[in-house]
């Protein structure tokens, strides 16, 4: 059974940078995507990019592009992704998800993120 | 890239059938066969419910259905129950490199 654990609540000040993990057991974690989708208090999700760690290759939506950062550990099948220069729009709940090809849908998801942004 | 359209809320009792359109452009619902309906309650993560625009992952009920035609996709929902009571996003792949995905806007299903 595949599972996706992500890092706890973190609390930021704008203009620092943060680093959500998320850690996968079960499936092959090398030969899938794993993408980082955002939601807001309140709002919709938004996908904000995506890494193939078997190709180590990330591609970002264009609105993060500069800001956002996504790697992968292979040793340890685990995801990151480093959102910098926060603000408070950045306050969300950060998810990640699984797909196992590059359209794919989005067959597993972690529990969810807490960024809050604030001074 | 925008968001895709879909409506607010619609609502329906036990029983009845409801249906959420989701509205994209060429670019995206239009131009792939790849959309994929969620299912998210309070606080939880989302569910993927139906996915290559009407099929469905096992252990989902047979009472939700996806179609397409044109630039607008939808999901139905025969027989409502109250547990089906939730927020709903439909998502078409809209290419790669900087577009990726893209979400609709949501919609809110209410049993009455």
């Known amino acids: 059974q595949v599972q996706l654990v992500q890092s706890g609540a973190e609390v930021k000040k704008p203009g620092s940078s943060v680093k959500v993990s998320c850690k996968a057991s079960?499936?092959?974690?090398?030969?899938?995507?794993i993408s980082w989708v955002r939601q807001a208090p309140g709002q919709g999700l938004e996908w904000m990019g995506r890494?193939?760690?078997?190709?180590?290759?990330?591609n970002y939506a264009q609105k993060f592009q500069g800001r956002v950062t996504i790697t992968a550990d292979k040793s340890t099948s685990t995801a990151y992704m480093e959102l910098s220069s926060l603000r408070s729009e950045d306050t969300a709940v950060y998810y990640c998800?699984?797909?196992?090809?590059?359209?794919?849908?989005?067959?597993?998801w972690g529990q969810g993120t807490l960024v809050t942004v604030s001074s | 890239q925008s968001a895709l359209t879909q409506p607010r809320s619609v609502s329906g009792s036990p029983g009845q059938s409801v249906t959420i359109s989701c509205t994209g452009t060429?670019?995206?619902?239009?131009?792939?066969?790849?959309v994929s309906w969620y299912q998210q309650h309070p606080g939880k993560a989302p569910k993927l419910m139906i996915y290559?625009?009407?099929k469905r992952p096992s252990g989902v009920p047979d009472r939700f259905s996806g179609s397409k035609s044109g630039n607008t996709a939808s999901l139905t929902i025969s027989g409502l129950q109250a547990e089906d009571e939730a927020d709903y996003y439909c998502?078409?792949?809209?290419?790669?490199?900087?577009?990726?995905?893209?979400f609709g806007t949501g919609t809110k299903v209410t049993v009455l």
């Open positions: 060429s670019s995206d619902v239009g131009g792939y066969n790849y």
């Open positions: 998502c078409s792949y809209a290419g790669s490199y900087t577009v990726g995905y893209v």
């Open positions: 290559d625009v009407s």
């Open positions: 890494i193939i760690p078997i190709l180590g290759i990330a």
């Open positions: 079960g499936g092959t974690f090398s030969s899938y995507a």
């Open positions: 998800a699984r797909a196992v090809a590059a359209a794919a849908p989005f067959d597993y």
